[in-house]
Each structure stands twice: as C-alpha cells, then as structure tokens.
C-alpha cells in the first residue's frame, strides 16, 4: 500500500494529467475544440493503470542495475503506448503522430523520473540533517 501510494499513485497523474494538457493544447493547435472526449479519458486512465501493472512486474524483477531497470520499462512503456495509440485510434498511421507520441511518451518519461529524483534527494536531505542533529545532541550530552 506503501508503494502504491509513495510512487504508483504520484505517477499515474503526472503522466494522466501532462497527457489530458498535451492532448487539449494540442487539438486547440488544430482547432478541434471537442476532442477531448470521456472515452478518451477513460481509456487513457485504462491505459496508465496496465502501465503501473507492468511497473509492478518490473519492480519485482531482479535486474542488475537501476539503468537496466529504467531502459527495460520505459521500452515496454513506449511499445504499450504506440501500440495503444493505434489500436484506441488516438493517432492515425503518420510521421508527424508517430514524433508526436515518441516525444510525449519520453517527456512524461523524464519528468516523472525528476520528480522522483527530487523527492529522494529530498528525503535523503531530510534524513542526513535528523543523523546531524541526533550527532550534535550526543555531542554535547556530557
């Protein structure tokens, strides 16, 4: 449950709520002004919950490092989300929607992996100033 509220949880909206922003600015680009649709959401929201599923596997795999780890699920990530995009027919078969999906697919990627970077050099910060002032605290105990 831990988990699931520490990281799954944070990661499912970013990527939902950076897709649903893309996919309105995008289409506003277009003039498309009703596309964003409560089937699109739900099938969005379908999809980022089979993505955490395989997150869960991948967490569960012993790989031997965190590179390996990260190139493993973000390159079963991108194959779910451009299979995805086809098979719901959010994008039709072109260039433009196939740079489109890559680019989006690897921001969401980055920016959920700053995230996490901050929250545990924040935490690690959090941690070493308690080890300080428990050291200081002995220190002057006599």
Known sequence: MKRLLRTYLPSSAIAFTIV???NAVYNLI?????ALS???VLELTG??????LVSVVCDHIPFQSERAYQITFFAAEYAIV???SFVLNWTV?????FLYTSLLCVFIAVLI??????V?????DEINRLILSQDKKEEQTP
Do not use: K, M
């Open 30 to 34: 277009l003039g498309n002004n009703d």
């Open 93 to 97: 078969l072109t260039i433009s929607s």
């Open 47 to 52: 999809l980022i919950i089979f993505i955490q």
């Open 120 to 124: 545990h050099r924040h935490e690690a």
């Open 38 to 40: 409560g089937v699109f």
């Open 113 to 118: 992996d700053r995230y996490f970077s901050a």
């Open 20 to 22: 649903v922003l893309f």
């Open 82 to 84: 451009i299979i995805a």
